[in-house]
């Protein structure tokens, strides 16, 4: 099977490669595609993608909660497919503030609401469990019913101390969301 898999940035992207190349007898051909951040990207991404079987995005995400007041398994750096998505505060064309959009799951991994908004999200007003990015909406609004998204949690929502986003991320692998996806296939 063609699987194209979506990052929104660079960093994922490698971290994608990275995992594909660690591990062995991949069950499914895989093509790694940038999109850029953002909505708009991700349609204009999505419209131009080569010929495929299936598309997951995959990305890091914020979370809404404190970490250690979490469940482990929405701890630093795990996946989470995304089942679940809204739109908030953009005022536009398309998508405007449009209604959730709803799959069902694909993979094994824990599900979760995610939340798509371009503008500063005020945390404290958000259920925890709530993923926070600028893409899922467009993908789900667009996607094929077959594919899916792969969210790794990259940081917690309100943050209590400044972050660096970049400094944060390094350590964190996608090995695990790899695995995860080319077994649920």
Do not use: C, W
Request: charged share 25%; hydrophobic share 45%.
């Amino acid at each position: 099977m063609k699987v194209v898999i979506i990052t929104p940035m660079e960093v994922e992207q490698v971290k994608v490669l990275d995992a594909l190349s660690k591990i062995n007898n991949l069950n499914h051909n895989y093509e790694v595609v940038v999109a850029g951040i953002g909505r708009e990207s991700m349609a204009k991404a999505i419209m131009n993608l080569p010929h495929h079987d299936i598309a997951i995005l995959i990305g890091f995400a914020a979370i809404v909660g404190k970490q250690n007041d979490l469940p482990s398994y929405l701890g630093f750096g795990k996946p989470i497919e995304i089942t679940h998505s809204s739109l908030y505060g953009y005022q536009g064309d398309i998508f405007e503030n449009g209604a959730p959009v709803i799959a069902e799951p694909k993979t094994k991994l824990p599900s979760l609401a995610s939340l798509t908004s371009d503008k500063f999200v005020r945390t404290t007003d958000l259920a925890e469990q709530t993923i926070i990015n600028m893409e899922d909406y467009t993908f789900m609004f667009l996607k094929k019913p077959k594919d899916f998204i792969v969210r790794i949690i990259s940081d917690f929502l309100p943050h209590e101390t400044e972050i660096d986003f970049f400094e944060e991320i390094k350590g964190v692998n996608f090995i695990e969301a790899i695995k995860l996806i080319d077994e649920s296939m």
